[in-house]
């Protein structure tokens, strides 16, 4: 051991989840808030998302997501990083009759004008009325694609039909080609306005207790690569499996209250060590980045597949990010699991690289041309009922701060988590983000 420090809020993870939890402490206290990354902030999974953001769904989520959109605008409105925002839209197409009939009949439900003595809708996997509710959703028949959408590359008439969605977009950056990670970064920027102190390079290894509460973490440096000296996700240290082999074996122990638990993928390895299950899967999504041989000369929207689980986000004019979320991983079982994200590689599997790819090449053919500049694997987080998990443990001090979509609902999980911490406030959706509704614990 190296030493002893003291915190009263320690915050593991530095991504979008760690940055908001920071930014709200900071805002309702003047107890010292730290924050310890692996990394550098904003450089793991919240750097390899496609940063979409809308506010459709049902209670709790839209409410949440409509949290996050109030605070982008006032940080959009006067950043102290670089983030950017891009509205586009989103488009969910379908190459099936079937579907396309269900599409028509749920954007129906959505807008009211479900006719009460038709059947009803045959479920479609993925999508359901809830999902579109509090936004706006038109079904476009295929053959009207063209004649309603200024989507000039987009093969039409390979559709039987789309739903749009015209109120999403994306986060992008100067530094950070993604985005993301430049969001994390203007909201670590703000807390760090307010007193926070940022650890980057710092792995939190142990959670400490002591008669059922925490007593403080165990750190350790790891000496990884500033993802800043390469922009691009597909070569992060991630892509390294040795990437910490340089760390020193020193640890510290930091004194501290409160442990909030904001490490994405890696919360479940984490919460172990201080005795608590985290109730997630992971989820495995390839992303693969094409350079345009010209760029658009146009906004494209968001296009996602419904038969593949292909989608794809125009991230710049000239640069168009494929993402593709397999149903199975390679060795056939479910690809939605449990995983070590350390172990997973940052390099697709050739068979996803070709679905990927032909599905966008079907839809988009003029991408067909397009140079595969990069490619990497990003590790979600997946929860049983696919709210977020926010709020104290059944150990004294330890709290959760776990989300799947972490750009759209790091905000609110950050306001939730402070008003609660700091104030003792409990919010009308307390019950359902409360980990106390997978087990017993003091927030049920």
Request: charged share 25%; proline share 9%; net charge negative.
């Amino acid at each position: 051991m190296t030493g002893t420090d003291e915190t009263t809020f320690a915050v593991v993870g530095g991504g979008i989840v760690g940055a908001s939890v920071a930014y709200h402490l900071s805002e309702r206290t003047d107890e010292p808030v730290t924050v310890y990354e692996r990394g550098d902030p904003g450089g793991e999974t919240t750097r390899k998302s496609t940063a979409m953001i809308g506010v459709s769904g049902p209670e709790p989520l839209h409410e949440l997501r409509t949290y996050g959109i109030r605070l982008y605008n006032d940080l959009l409105a006067d950043p102290t990083a670089a983030p950017r925002y891009q509205s586009a839209g989103r488009l969910r197409v379908t190459t099936d009759p079937d579907v396309a009939a269900g599409f028509a009949q749920l954007a129906d439900a959505a807008a009211g004008r479900a006719d009460r003595d038709a059947p009803e809708s045959t479920p479609i996997e993925g999508i359901d009325a809830a999902t579109l509710e509090h936004g706006t959703a038109a079904f476009v028949p295929g053959e009207e694609i063209r004649g309603r959408l200024l989507v000039p590359p987009v093969n039409a008439e390979e559709l039987e039909g789309a739903l749009y969605r015209p109120e999403y977009g994306h986060i992008s950056g100067d530094r950070d080609r993604l985005g993301a990670g430049e969001l994390a970064r203007e909201l670590l920027e703000r807390a760090k306005r307010n007193g926070v102190t940022v650890e980057s390079r710092t792995e939190v290894t142990e959670i400490r207790t002591a008669a059922g509460r925490v007593v403080g973490i165990e750190t350790r440096p790891t000496g990884r690569a500033d993802p800043d000296a390469n922009p691009d996700p597909g070569v992060n240290a991630d892509s390294d499996p040795g990437a910490n082999s340089s760390a020193e074996p020193n640890a510290t122990v930091v004194e501290a209250r409160n442990v909030i638990c904001a490490a994405g993928p890696w919360n479940p390895e984490l919460a172990a060590t201080a005795g608590v299950e985290v109730p997630v899967e992971h989820v495995r999504s390839p992303v693969f980045a094409l350079d345009l041989d010209r760029p658009l000369p146009y906004t494209l929207p968001m296009i996602k597949s419904h038969e593949s689980s292909v989608g794809i986000h125009p991230k710049r004019r000239d640069r168009i990010l494929v993402t593709y979320t397999p149903r199975r991983d390679g060795d056939g079982e479910p690809a939605e699991k449990r995983r070590d994200p350390s172990a997973v590689p940052n390099t697709p599997r050739e068979s996803e690289r070709r679905t990927a790819l032909r599905w966008a090449e079907r839809l988009v053919p003029r991408l067909a041309d397009a140079t595969l500049a990069d490619e990497w694997v990003g590790v979600g987080t997946k929860t049983p009922d696919g709210a977020p998990i926010v709020g104290r443990t059944a150990v004294e001090g330890l709290s959760l701060a776990v989300t799947g979509a972490g750009i759209q609902l790091a905000p609110a999980v950050g306001d939730v988590l402070a008003r609660r911490l700091v104030d003792g406030e409990t919010t009308p959706h307390n019950d359902a983000l409360a980990p106390s509704r997978f087990a017993d614990g003091p927030d049920r």
